[in-house]
């Protein structure tokens, strides 16, 4: 493969799934909702010391942000509070992490007690166009998905918000859900392709390789501001030993380590490779 000067510089962000299957929404397309009984770890609150120790250990990988992920709608007091106290304890050591808080539906107010507490940003994902939203989710509104998005640049935060592709949707919804994401201006732009789980209702995913890098190609055209095109959850599965010409259709960002509920790829395999290949990781600033 060969890498051109516009696209040697790779962002790595890792995530950190501090509440793990305790959703009661219906998402069609996530094993952390318990409706569906997929068979995965399910805790309240991971152990803040272990937090921090994946923090540092995601700096060691060269990661540049670092996400705090909770199951559930959205933030509730107790949440709030748990999540401020993990991000106040990963900024005490000083590791240059961007940190980044992903927590569901959340008001102006929670937004500004995050960003307080040393959130840097929020991620937020719109997960599908507006007009087929409620064909996968029948508990919550995507209107609340844009609200909270919306909610998180007035309170100064930096928006992270992208997507999933492969749930049934059409082309014209994926360019529906890219525009309402455009619209928004984010930061970083993660793009997900479906990985099938017995448990849940939607079935494997029927996006061609061929398909997918265009995807990601519409989506750095479509939001041409953002920093960061980002491939995130079945990058695996989905591209295969083909996995690192994401950079070469348009992406500059990928996610280091597992998933939310899925294991990823060796951080060591995936540095080693990028080295071999010439990318460059590039540390932006927190």
């Known amino acids: 493969m060969s890498v051109n000067d516009k696209n040697k510089d790779i962002f790595l962000c890792a995530i950190c799934n501090i509440e793990s299957g305790t959703c009661n929404e219906d998402c069609k397309f996530c094993t952390q909702s318990v409706k569906y009984k997929a068979d995965i ?3 309240k609150q991971k ?3 272990q937090i921090v120790e994946e923090a540092k250990r995601a700096r060691e990988n ?3 942000g670092f996400c705090l992920v909770t199951a559930g709608k959205g933030l509730t007091d107790k949440r709030l509070e748990f999540v401020c106290e993990a991000a106040r304890a990963v900024k005490k050591e000083n590791l240059g992490l961007i940190l980044i808080a992903c927590n569901g539906t959340a008001s102006v107010e929670q937004l500004q007690t995050l960003k307080e507490a040393g959130v840097d940003a929020y991620n937020h994902n719109l997960e599908t166009a507006q007009d087929f939203y409620s064909e996968i989710v029948t508990t919550h509104s995507w209107e609340e998905r844009y609200q909270t998005c919306k909610n998180v640049k007035e309170v100064g935060l930096r928006l992270v ?3 999933i592709f492969g749930l049934g949707e059409t082309q014209e919804q994926r360019v529906s859900m890219l525009e309402s994401i455009a619209s928004l201006e984010p930061m970083n732009v993660p ?3 479906y990985i099938d789980n017995p ?3 939607i079935k494997a995913s029927t996006i061609s390789r061929e398909e997918a890098f265009d995807l990601i190609k519409l989506a ?5 501001n953002a920093m960061k095109i980002m491939v995130a959850g079945g990058r695996e599965l989905m591209f295969g030993e083909e996995q690192y010409k994401i950079f070469e259709n348009g992406a500059n960002a990928f996610v280091i380590g597992d998933y939310l509920t899925t294991a990823g790829k060796s951080p060591k395999e ?3 490779e990028l080295e071999r290949l010439g990318f460059k990781i590039t540390r932006e600033k927190n």
């Open 47 to 49: 152990e803040i010391e």
């Open 220 to 224: 750095r055209k479509m939001v041409p």
């Open 199 to 201: 448990a849940l209702p």
């Open 41 to 43: 770890q399910r805790y």
């Open 191 to 193: 793009l997900n392709f």
């Open 62 to 64: 060269n990661a540049n």
């Open 161 to 163: 918000c992208g997507g």
């Open 270 to 272: 995936d540095m080693e």
